[in-house]
């Protein structure tokens, strides 16, 4: 599981005014909650990139006052004219506490109607799970080896290692094969065809 390591300020003043007067030093305010203490500090945009301007989820260690605090980053809101991050809350990782979090579903195997020249259409790119937070992964994993052209994979038949839960309907899609429009041509002429040709028709 891959550690994304952040460095923090200490935040001393508080409220919108200071708020503000932080983020004119290009500092963005930060909360962290769902341990036994909360806390508010500050952390530079650049050491931050990697952990928001991506698809993959990551376990955050914050080291705050030289001490290292696993979380997960919870919400990020940003400005709405300049796009830039005005505030970010994490949520602490408890020992034995389970937390939900979304993380990516990644195909993987060769799809026989992907063969055939069907093309995988994912339908969620990422799913919520529940689980402690040693048991946290950084994707689910969906094997469409088997599916064949016009077949989907569903939540039920998702890769899901022990100890996590994941908090979709077991019946619900997660990506299939399209079948392509040549074929679906070929397909629908031969059926007009079979059609015609069936006596009493």
Do not use: W
């Amino acid at each position: 599981m891959e550690i994304f390591k952040i460095e923090t300020n200490k935040r001393d003043s508080f409220g919108t005014k200071h708020a503000k007067a932080y983020r004119r030093e290009d500092l963005i305010p930060c909360n962290l909650y769902g341990g036994e203490e909360n806390k508010s500090f500050t952390v530079k945009p650049l050491d931050v990139r990697g952990l928001v301007y991506t698809h993959e989820f990551k376990i955050v260690e914050l080291n705050i006052e030289g001490k290292p605090i696993k979380a997960i980053l919870k919400e990020i809101q940003f400005h709405p004219v300049t796009d830039k991050i005005t505030h970010i809350d994490f949520q602490e990782l408890v020992e034995g506490k389970k937390v939900k979090v979304s993380v990516p579903v990644k195909f993987v195997g060769n799809s026989i109607g992907v063969k055939e020249g069907g093309t995988l259409m994912p339908l969620m790119r990422k799913v919520i799970i529940k689980t402690t937070h040693d048991r946290l992964v950084n994707h689910i994993e969906a094997d469409i080896t088997p599916l064949a052209l016009g077949q989907s994979i569903r939540i039920s038949e998702l890769t899901i290692p022990e100890g996590i839960e994941v908090m979709h309907d077991a019946n619900i899609p997660v990506g299939y094969i399209e079948i392509p429009r040549s074929l679906k041509s070929a397909q629908d002429a031969a059926a007009k065809t079979e059609v015609a040709a069936t006596p009493g028709e």
